[in-house]
């Protein structure tokens, strides 16, 4: 895809009505906040929550038969930490939307790689505009930066090549909305074109261009190792950095900070350079951390205000303090076209605001993510 370029236009109109309202303040509050982080209203967050979830009870109606067998309706929930949150396992078995199907859908599914080959999950998106407002001031401020306007160069295929992948429509966009001209997927066929990728180095070397690289640890580490086995290193110019996104996933013993150590070597950049992405198909938001792993795969992920992260007890799902590792569960303001409270399989910690991802939760999943699943499944009869 060449700079200038977005996502195939499935970015209709909200439409009127109270997600139409919704949309529109929270598009507007996620881009006043990339202009001036001190704009965000803190304590406006609950309410937006509580209204999101009023909306989602009354529209999605596999959300309101669990909650209903909870017994939890909007009158009974005060604090947006009473919202019911919905399994990820939940996006196999429904549809969890609050607008009837339309042939525009944007719609992303996940991998279906972590728990074996079977129903893959399915995120339909409403409102890609809603999106692109959470997805692009938090990756300009976290990944990019004050600076000049990088050449991107994505090593994820286009979203046009497979049309589910929340990755490759967050590259596409990124690369036509900030990315200099040239900017695009060097991975039109699936596999990365390494001479392709090469290339576009050596034009960006010559002009002095700083490269935003967007890929996958995976394709990342694939980089390296051409590199490494033909000898060779290229040196990316300076105000150059690389996102990285999916850990060490499908490649047992490799670490990604072994990767990132490596980076300096091949491309150049320094670990503070190297930004890990940590996003699900299930949310619209991400978080970012800079450098080499923390205490889990990944470095300390910050995000934006919208998206508040908690660890919970794996079995009674009761809030941990601070600092105690725990099942993840996010609210995410972004997700108001969908359900906004998400409890995950994945096991991390908070500190001072900062997520400490562990790692998926081995085995099965977590007693009290198995227990509301079922409650799900029981409550659609």
């Known amino acids: 895809m060449r700079s200038g370029e977005t996502p195939e236009a499935e970015a ?38 509580l209204r999101a979830f ?26 947006w930490r009473d919202i019911p949150p919905v399994p990820t396992a939940a996006f196999r078995e429904v549809d969890l939307a609050v607008t009837p199907p339309a042939g525009a859908d944007l719609v992303f599914r996940t991998s279906g790689t972590s728990r074996g080959p ?49 990755l490759a429509w967050m590259c596409d966009d990124i690369a036509a909305r900030f990315g200099a001209p040239g900017s695009g997927s060097v991975a039109h066929g699936g596999e990365p074109d390494w001479a392709e990728a090469r290339a576009l180095v050596e034009r960006c070397v010559a002009d002095d261009v700083p490269v935003c690289v967007l890929g996958t640890t995976l394709a990342v580490d694939a980089w390296v190792e051409r590199l490494e086995a033909r000898g060779e290193a290229l040196r990316l110019p300076e105000g150059s950095v690389l996102m990285d996104t999916g850990g060490a996933k499908g490649r047992p013993g490799l670490r990604r900070g072994a990767v990132v150590e490596r980076l300096g070597r091949a491309l150049g950049l320094s670990p503070e350079r ?17 450098g080499e792993a923390g205490v889990g795969p990944s ?15 794996p079995v009674s799902l009761e809030l941990l303090p601070e600092g105690e590792a725990g099942v993840l569960c996010h609210l995410d303001l972004a997700n108001a076209g969908s359900v906004v409270c998400i409890l995950t399989e994945d096991m991390g910690r908070m500190r001072g605001g900062a997520l400490e991802w562990i790692g998926r939760s081995p085995g099965a999943p977590p007693r009290g993510c198995s227990l509301a699943t079922a409650e799900l499944l029981d409550a659609l009869g």
């Open 54 to 79: 009023e909306l989602q009870w009354s529209t999605v109606t596999a959300y309101r038969a669990y909650c209903a067998a909870r017994g939890v309706r909007p009158s009974t929930v005060s604090d």
């Open 299 to 313: 470095p300390p992920l910050l995000g934006p205000p919208w998206l508040r992260t908690r660890a919970l007890d």
């Open 12 to 49: 209709r109109p909200a439409g009127e009505g109270p997600f139409g309202a919704l949309s529109a303040e929270l598009r507007s509050l996620f881009r006043a906040w990339g202009d001036d982080p001190a704009s965000w209203p803190a304590e406006r967050f609950g309410e937006l929550a």
């Open 274 to 290: 190297v930004i890990n992405e940590f996003g699900m198909t299930e949310l619209l938001s991400q978080r970012y951390g800079r």
């Open 118 to 166: 079977g129903r893959r999950g399915r995120h339909r998106v409403v409102d890609p505009e809603l999106y692109r407002a959470a997805l692009e001031p938090v990756f300009e401020r976290f990944v990019l930066g004050s600076g000049s306007r990088p050449c991107v160069l994505s090593l994820v295929p286009p979203f046009e090549r497979g049309r589910d992948s929340s």
